[in-house]
């Protein structure tokens, strides 16, 4: 199954403890999860041990957890956060806004 959003796409957190009107980048599509690590949502510590060969100092970090992939709308430039749906335009699958039917910018391979 193909996925949505994909990553560095702008998305908006829609439930869950972190729903706020502010958009986020993607960092990483974990698609065989259905989840994705989104900048600054849902932020956990995590105790890290020192390694000096690695150059690493210990202590505590924060970090992103992954989030399901339903718990977030992709966010259209024109229109807001909005719904995908994908269309054919010659030979290529491209995604579009479902509100205002503008096509939206995909990674390329």
Known sequence: MSLKIQRNDTVRVIAGTDK???DHRVLRVLSDENRVLV???RMIKKNVRPNPQRNIKGGIAEQEAPIHISNVALVCPSCG????GFKFEGD???R???KCGQTLATKKK
Not at 81 to 84: G, N, S, Y
């Open 20 to 22: 706020s009107d502010k």
């Open 39 to 41: 900048e600054h949502v």
């Open 81 to 84: 956060p909005t719904r995908v």
């Open 92 to 94: 290529k699958k491209v």
């Open 96 to 98: 579009v806004c479902k």
